[in-house]
């Protein structure tokens, strides 16, 4: 069998997985926000990419563009600094990941594991602090303006993970294949850190 | 074992499925189908208990619905020609659209009114306003045609138009957009306090219904959206929306949107006759076009008119105070007692109520929060009287039903919501499908609104219908409102763009409606009273064939003598005078439309050959078994030929 365990062939062909897998991030997105309404009965939805936002459906951005105009929330942008400095990330996490695996040293499979875990929680808070930009620094001059008991204007901030309401439209924010391909890299290194360390632990 | 135990369980839960689907379809949604059916059913032959009457919006015309089932009756051309009818292109109905610009082919309708006595629709005559070419024109009820169309001066966007008071004693008309009055050239950032917002009045004949301008009020530079008068107590008075107080002039859809609350002016206008009758105005030079069409002679007449009274709302104390209302108000409703003065916010969740005795307070006691050019602001909380809260997102407007009920369209929500009137509270909310504009019930705009059906006119209908393409049709959504609870019977596509819609019970006008014209009463310049009045004169380049038609038959039907260059003026009467035995006529190449000639009614069109030959004409409506032989030549002869004219039937 290729995979006998004579040379921790399997931890190490787990690791190269783990490696391998956060890769997908460059063909599927990573999140995913939609909105619907009534007068939506196709609804509008935006992906999330490693370097770019792309429509659910045709034109799905300028039209939530449009729609976020009313409530003096700014515009979508083509492009965020993110866009160049997460695939970088990716990519050579990835090549870290993959030598790591020819290294064949398991604590640093564990190392990366967490290095990943911590890369992915950054870039969790990063997308939360957009989505809290998006939701708060609302033009002063919007078209429409609602003010809560206190007399503060209230914000539409879209959920981070869930489901909210947000005036007439329903938001909905969910992972997408990217996330689960990314958690499941870091997920393979974890147990390429426990499968390794099983066996040089017994040896 | 295991594999068989697995199979089974599939098929169970398959069959689990099934027969959930199998119950939802008989005990829900059949049922309740079955129940909305029969109520908007309406049996072959048998007639609708409503007329209900939608503005085209775009299409420029008034078209008019049987409710419950939503069948569509007749579509009224008003402001844009109508070549099916010959509306705007027989020289009968051509004056309809003369306006100071010249005669317009298209028109924005907008807001039916119709007619009342003591508060209570009398279903004489029904008003409509055009928004971009600013007129007002009114429809007989009894012929179900127009049969006025009056141009408004000083005035752009007549959008806030045309309620009528509770005895029909003015129709009236304001500017959505404001201008500089007069016109004249000047930059446009010099808007603010030169650009004047006119709302008019127009004195009703009660015996005709005729409208005259009898003067307009020249108020700040806002834009005044909508208007309703009072009633009851609060007859006398009218009650505008106005928004962009700020007296932005670019980017309105921000800069307009600034202020926390613009005003709804409360105009006095029998204080206006007061001042009217003292001479407190001033005259000012105008132009406009006022067009008839006179019932005899069965043929439009314009009269040009050349000034108009104004009022300077500074200068006549008591005639106007503003109401300050939140976010840009767009409907401006009175519920049937008169009391309650209903604005809607169309930029937030709340609908406002202000009431008119506190208003009456308010003015009394001097409850001034400051003034605008002259004109009072009354304290919000003086005129204010209650807040529908957080009850959805965009009110548009609101009507009301007999039983203290109000209903709001709620424009971004795309929803109805039915409310209490004195209480404030929500007590049904309804989905629309999608993007409610308007509302309507019947008698909804009276001292008597008839609570049974509510209609919502949508602006978006997306996947509602069969798709045509990139442009669908928008629609109406019939609900009934006898209980508590709303219900959503019919959903029916529109003509063109319904902004608002006025409907009456079918009893108080359907057998008022004409049959036919009565051939002893045409006095129409070139009418023919039988086939023998018949003939054909040339006045130099001008022909004018004087024709008549009846089953299956045109007198004359040979025409010889035509030469290319002429004008030929067919005037063609229609001595049928049994019910629904129109004739048409059309011929080959005109360069008009054809014409359909209803019993005892004489329409003239013009055609102008340009080929010689010999030209077909026929009756293109399907009147008889012989219709398809109801037929006529004309022969055109080269421009400098000496044929004599000669005409014939049966030679």
């Known amino acids: 069998m290729i995979l006998s365990n004579d040379k921790n062939e399997l931890g190490k062909m787990l690791m190269i997985i783990a490696s391998i897998l956060p890769l997908a991030v460059f063909i599927f997105p990573l999140w995913n926000v939609t909105l619907e309404a009534p007068q939506y009965p196709t609804p509008l939805g935006l992906n999330i990419h490693i370097n770019d936002f792309t429509d659910m459906n045709p034109h799905d951005i300028k039209n939530i563009n449009l729609l976020n105009h009313y409530i003096g929330m700014k515009y979508i942008p083509d492009s965020i600094p993110e866009f160049k400095i997460f695939p970088a990330g990716i990519i050579i996490t990835s090549l870290l990941g993959f030598f790591i695996a020819l290294r064949n040293s398991y604590i640093y499979f564990l190392l990366w594991c967490l290095l990943m875990i911590s890369l992915s929680t950054l870039g969790i808070i990063d997308f939360y602090l957009w989505e809290y930009d998006f939701g708060h620094n609302l033009d002063s001059k919007a078209i429409l303006k609602f003010l809560d008991d206190n007399g503060n204007m209230i914000s539409f901030q879209p959920p981070m993970i869930g489901s909210k309401n947000i005036l007439n439209f329903r938001a909905h924010s969910y992972p997408r294949l990217g996330s689960y391909f990314l958690a499941s890299g870091i997920f393979f290194s974890l147990i390429a850190y426990f499968v390794s360390r099983k066996y040089y632990v017994k040896r | ?651």
């Not at chain 2, 009758?277 to 005899?296: D, F, L, M, P």
């Not at chain 2, 009276?446 to 990139?470: C, H, Q, V, W």
Request: one cysteine or more; hydrophobic letters at 35%.
């Open chain 2, 1 to 651: 074992m295991k594999k068989n135990n697995f199979k089974i369980s599939i098929i169970i839960s398959l069959m689990v499925l099934l027969s959930h689907c199998d119950s939802n379809i008989s005990n829900s949604s059949g049922a309740l189908d079955f129940d909305r059916s029969e109520q908007v059913y309406v049996p072959p032959g048998e007639y609708d208990s409503y007329y209900a009457f939608l503005s085209g919006g775009f299409s420029g015309q008034l078209s008019v619905y049987g409710l419950p089932s939503g069948r569509l009756l007749k579509i009224i051309p008003v402001f844009s020609v109508d070549a099916e009818k010959g509306y705007g292109f027989n020289e009968e109905t051509k004056p309809l659209l003369n306006t100071s610009f010249g005669s317009i082919p298209w028109g924005d309708s907008h807001h039916p009114d119709i007619s009342q006595t003591n508060g209570e629709l009398d279903g004489r005559w029904i008003y409509i306003n055009e928004n971009n070419t600013p007129r007002i024109a009114k429809i007989d009820l009894s012929l179900f045609e127009t049969t006025e169309i009056i141009e408004i001066p000083n005035t752009a966007g007549n959008h806030s138009s045309s309620y009528v008071t509770e005895n029909t004693e003015y129709v009236i008309a304001g500017t959505r957009f404001s201008i500089p009055v007069p016109q004249k050239d000047i930059p446009i950032n010099q808007y603010e306090g030169n650009f004047k917002g006119a709302l008019s009045f127009l004195k009703v004949n009660s015996d005709n219904g005729e409208m005259n301008l009898s003067f307009q009020i020249l108020m700040p530079g806002f834009n005044y959206d909508k208007a309703h008068p009072g009633r009851g107590p609060s007859h006398g008075w009218f009650f505008y929306t106005t928004y962009n107080t700020e007296e932005a002039y670019s980017l309105q859809e921000v800069n307009s949107s600034q202020n926390d609350k613009d005003y709804i002016a409360a105009v006095n206008w029998k204080k206006a006759e007061k001042y009217i009758n003292e001479g407190n105005y001033k005259t000012i030079k105008t132009n406009y076009a006022h067009n008839i069409y006179n019932e005899e002679t069965q043929t439009g007449e314009t009269k040009w008119i050349k000034e108009v009274r104004v009022l300077d709302p500074s200068n006549c104390p008591g005639l106007v105070y503003f109401l300050p209302t939140p976010k840009s108000p767009h409907g401006c409703d009175v519920d049937p007692s008169g009391e309650y003065i209903v604005g809607s916010g169309k930029l937030s969740a709340n609908v406002t109520v202000h009431s008119f005795s506190k208003m009456i307070d308010a003015i009394k006691q001097k409850k001034f929060s400051g003034e605008a050019y002259g004109i009072p602001i009354l304290s919000f909380d003086a005129v204010h009287v209650g807040t529908v809260k957080q009850a959805g997102l965009g009110p548009l407007h609101t009507e009301f039903d007999n039983l203290g009920n109000a209903y709001t369209s709620f424009f971004i929500s795309s929803e109805v919501v039915k409310w209490k009137l004195g209480t404030w509270e929500v007590i049904d909310r309804k989905p629309t499908f999608y993007s409610v504009g308007h509302l309507m019930i019947p008698g909804g705009n009276s001292r008597k609104p008839f609570g049974e059906y509510a209609l919502a006119m949508n602006k978006i209908t997306k996947d509602r219908y069969l798709p045509t393409g990139p442009e669908v049709t928008q629609s109406a959504q019939l609900y009934n409102i006898k209980g508590d609870k709303m219900k959503l019977l019919l959903d029916f596509p529109t003509v063109g763009e319904p902004h608002y819609a006025a409907a009456i019970p079918a009893g108080l006008i359907k057998d008022k409606s004409k049959k036919l014209y009565k051939l002893e009463e045409n006095f129409h310049e070139y009418v023919s009273h039988s086939g023998l009045e018949t003939k054909v004169v040339r006045n130099g380049q001008d022909v004018h064939v004087y024709m008549t038609t009846i089953r299956s038959h045109f007198t004359p039907d040979n025409i010889e003598g035509i030469k290319v260059g002429d004008k030929v003026y067919f005037h063609v009467t229609n001595l049928e005078q049994d019910y629904d035995v129109p004739h048409g006529f059309a011929i080959i190449g005109a360069n008009t439309s054809e014409i359909l000639i209803m019993p005892g009614q004489t329409e003239t069109i013009i055609w102008e050959p340009k080929k010689v030959g010999v030209w077909p004409f026929y009756c293109s409506d399907f009147c008889s078994a012989l219709h398809q032989e109801m037929q006529g030549y004309v022969r055109v002869s080269p421009k400098n030929s000496n044929i004599e004219l000669s005409w014939s039937l049966d030679n």
